[in-house]
């Protein structure tokens, strides 16, 4: 397999903050990388399919200016939640993916708490 | 109609039974389907990928895969307490790299 790591693995932040989360790629390069939020048992909802070097796709019902993503390098790529609002509180979780290649591995996730 | 659905559960086994969750899909353009764990608060680790239809069998882990019913299997032999966790499915069309997940199935497996 490949491993994906995140950072913070869970952070708490005031309303009107912004949060940075931060995906890695730590033994493969990821050309694509993807963000998910999800709430409590229910399934993964892709926010963002992010290519590096390039802007990042947002899903339908994203606000690409509330959610800043960049994938600056192949093995990074950040999340940036601005003027957070306790209905941001999700469990994000990033994925990347090879180049030519289809299997998604993802990170551990953060768990985003805004009070 | 959602384009994959998958037994909702949650599903409770005994120790060592056969575990089978499985899934349908709509969109012939599926090519390429996987099989996640997720544990409760963690991030989904990928089980099985497969491509072709057939079996692919990884260990205790067994993927099936039948593009003309457009039906896709995961079954789990000798299931232990640790296999409790939510499973689901994933597919893609290769085109796009987006995986459609299903909704997850709940196992239990208890001692």
């Known amino acids: 397999g490949a491993v994906v790591s995140q950072h913070p693995s869970w952070v708490i932040c005031k309303s009107g903050t912004s949060v940075k989360i931060e995906c890695r790629s730590l033994?493969?390069?990821?050309?694509?990388m993807f963000w998910y939020r999800q709430f409590p048992k229910q399934s993964l909802m892709l926010m963002a399919t992010?290519?590096?070097?390039?802007?990042?796709?947002?899903e339908q019902g994203v606000e690409k200016d509330k959610f800043l993503i960049n994938h600056a390098s192949l093995t990074l790529s950040t999340l940036t939640v601005t003027s957070a609002h306790p209905e941001d509180s999700s469990f994000y979780i990033c994925s990347g993916i090879r180049q030519s290649s289809y299997e998604q591995y993802f990170g551990p996730g953060t768990r985003l708490t805004v009070t | 109609q959602k384009e994959v659905e998958q037994d909702p559960g949650p599903l409770s086994v005994p120790e060592g039974a056969i575990v089978s969750l499985n899934c349908t899909y709509s969109?012939?353009?599926?090519?390429?389907f996987m099989w996640y764990r997720q544990y409760s608060r963690k991030g989904p680790e990928l089980l099985m990928y497969?491509?072709?239809?057939g079996n692919k069998e990884d260990g205790r882990f067994t993927a099936q895969v039948d593009k003309s019913s457009k039906y896709i299997s995961l079954f789990i032999r000798d299931s232990q307490p640790s296999d409790s966790a939510t499973y689901l499915c994933?597919?893609?069309?290769?085109?796009?790299?987006?995986?459609?997940f299903g909704s997850g199935t709940q196992l239990t497996v208890l001692p």
């Open positions: 992010s290519n590096e070097g390039s802007k990042a796709t947002y």
């Open positions: 033994d493969f390069q990821a050309t694509t």
């Open positions: 994933a597919l893609t069309t290769g085109s796009a790299r987006q995986l459609t």
């Open positions: 969109n012939s353009a599926f090519q390429y």
């Open positions: 497969t491509y072709s239809s």
